[in-house]
C-alpha cells in the first residue's frame, strides 16, 4: 500500500489581460507583452506603426483604454462599467441624437419646400413649434422643440430672403446648340449646374434675348468671341462674373451694357441665380486651369471694335 503523501496542487489562476502600471501611456503596450510573453517593445512598435499606416493603431489603443482594466484594479473597466450601469447616459445621448438628426432632415425639406414655392406652409408649422413652446412652458417646458423650430425657421429665412427658386430640376444640365434656331429663350434649372455653350452659333447682326435662371448651384454661358455681351444679373447670395467684369455679395443686381457697334450681333443676358454663381466666358472655365477671372476669360472686345472704315 502507498503512503506516501501527495502534496495538494496550487489551482492555477488563468490568464487575465490587464494594463500594465509599468508603463509609457496607459500601459496597453505592457499589458500585451505580459500576456503573450512577449518584449511589450514588439507591441509598442506595432501599435505605432498602425497609427503612421492608416489611423488603426489609434482606435486600438482607445479601445484598450476603455475596455481592459489596469492590473492590480479590482473595478472594471471604463466601457464597461459605462455600458453596465450608465444606461441613463446612453438614453438621454440616443434622444439628443435622435433630434440632431431630425432636425438636420427638417432643416433640408424646409429649404426645399420654401424654394418650391411652399414657404406659406414651412411658417405655418414654425407658428405651430412657436406655439407649443408657449403651451409647454406652463407645463415644465419642452426646450428641446427650440432646435426643429430654428432648423424649419432659419433654411426658409435664407431661401426666401434669396429669392431662391428650385423649379426646374436638380443635377447636371449642359446645352450646345449649334445654330440660331436652336438656342433657346430660356434655359432654367433647380439645383445644381448649368452649362450652355453658344461657340458654334453664328448669330447674326442684332439683338438676341437670353433667360438664364437657377435656384442654387453656378450658371456657365460660354459665348462666341464675335458677339458683344450685355449683361443685367441678380444675385440673391453669391458672385457673377461676365468677360472682363464681376460682382459678389448678397442681394447683387448688376448690369453691364456696352453698346455694340453696327453690324456686331449682340447677345442680352438676363441671368437669376438665388445662391451661386453666374459666369460668362468665351472658353470653359477649366481650359486654363483655373476659375473664372475678369479679362483671362474673355474680354469682350466685340463691343468695343471700331466700324470699318469706308
Known amino acids: 500500500m502507498d503512503t506516501t503523501e501527495q502534496t495538494p496542487q496550487t489551482p492555477v489562476e488563468p490568464r487575465r489581460l490587464t494594463r500594465s502600471r509599468e508603463r509609457i501611456l ?3 503596450g505592457g499589458g500585451l507583452g505580459r500576456y503573450f510573453g512577449i518584449d511589450p517593445i ?4 506595432g501599435l505605432v506603426a498602425l497609427f503612421v499606416f492608416g489611423g488603426a493603431g489609434f482606435f486600438i489603443y482607445i479601445a484598450a483604454l476603455l475596455f481592459v482594466p489596469m492590473e492590480g484594479s479590482s473595478k472594471p473597466a471604463v466601457g464597461v462599467r459605462l455600458f453596465r450601469g450608465d444606461r441613463a447616459v446612453l438614453k438621454r445621448f440616443g434622444l439628443i441624437s435622435a433630434v440632431v438628426v431630425g432636425s438636420a432632415l427638417a432643416a433640408v425639406g424646409s429649404a426645399w419646400a420654401t424654394g ?5 406652409i414651412v411658417a405655418a408649422v414654425v407658428i405651430l413649434l412657436g406655439l407649443a ?3 409647454l412652458a406652463f407645463r415644465g417646458g419642452a426646450r428641446w422643440l427650440i432646435l426643429p423650430a430654428l432648423a424649419i425657421a432659419f433654411p426658409a429665412g435664407v431661401v426666401s430672403a434669396a429669392d431662391v427658386d428650385l423649379h426646374g430640376g436638380t443635377g447636371e444640365r449642359q446645352y450646345a446648340p449649334r445654330t440660331v434656331s436652336e438656342v433657346r429663350d430660356s434655359y432654367r434649372l433647380g439645383m ?3 452649362e450652355v455653350d453658344l461657340r458654334d452659333v453664328r448669330f447674326p447682326a442684332g439683338s438676341h434675348p437670353l433667360e438664364l435662371r437657377l435656384g442654387v448651384g453656378q450658371i456657365e454661358l460660354i459665348v462666341p468671341k464675335d458677339v458683344c455681351v450685355t ?9 457673377v462674373g461676365a468677360l472682363d467684369r464681376e460682382s459678389a455679395g448678397a442681394d447683387v443686381d448688376w448690369s453691364n451694357e456696352p453698346a455694340s457697334p453696327a453690324g456686331v450681333p449682340r447677345l442680352v443676358v438676363d441671368g437669376d441665380v438665388g445662391l451661386g454663381a ?3 466666358t468665351d472658353r470653359p472655365l477649366n481650359a486654363d486651369g483655373g476659375g473664372f477671372k475678369p479679362g483671362r476669360n474673355g474680354t469682350n472686345d466685340a463691343c ?3 466700324e470699318p472704315a469706308r
Open 133 to 135: 413652446l408657449v403651451a
Open 304 to 306: 468695343r471694335r471700331a
Open 116 to 120: 418650391m414655392g411652399a414657404g406659406t
Open 26 to 28: 496607459g500601459g496597453v
Open 42 to 45: 514588439i507591441f509598442r512598435i
Open 192 to 194: 445644381g449646374h448649368l
Open 278 to 280: 453666374m459666369m460668362i
Open 231 to 239: 449683361t443685367k444679373a441678380r444675385i440673391g447670395a453669391g458672385y
